[in-house]
């Protein structure tokens, strides 16, 4: 069974940073796209970024493009998501999700449906 950990979360002032990492357990988590997600309160669950296996393709929300950075580590057992110039609109709880099919390693995945592995979440907030 997959446990993906998300860390980093936290209270920011708007035009602040902050670093998310997630790390993952259970399966080999490096062979697999990874991605990250928000949901604020009564909204749906949105697409962040995501990753592929190697690291080598990226994809980003338009909300967040030039300011979110997703990476993965060396070893491809942790995943990062630097997020810089923060809004306030950017306010949500923030998940790590791992993909359940081996043959999209290639791919930065946006549809959450290919994600079949979820962390707690960790809360973002920004205030104004």
């Known amino acids: 069974q997959v446990q993906l950990v998300e860390s980093g979360g936290g209270l920011v002032q708007a035009g602040g940073s902050l670093r998310l990492s997630c790390t993952a357990s259970g399966r080999t988590f490096s062979n697999y796209a990874m991605g990250w997600f928000r949901q604020a309160p009564g909204k749906e669950r949105e697409f962040v970024a995501a990753i592929s296996w190697s690291g080598g393709t990226t994809g980003y929300a338009d909300s967040v493009k030039g300011r979110f950075t997703i990476s993965r580590g060396n070893a491809k057992d942790t995943v990062y998501l630097q997020m810089n110039s923060l809004k306030p609109e950017d306010t949500a709880v923030y998940y790590c999700?791992?993909?359940?099919?081996?043959?999209?390693?290639?791919?930065?995945?946006?549809?959450?449906?290919?994600?079949?592995?979820w962390g707690q979440g960790t809360q973002v907030t920004v205030s104004s």
């Open positions: 999700a791992l993909a359940g099919d081996y043959s999209s390693r290639y791919w930065a995945l946006s549809n959450r449906n290919k994600y079949d592995s």
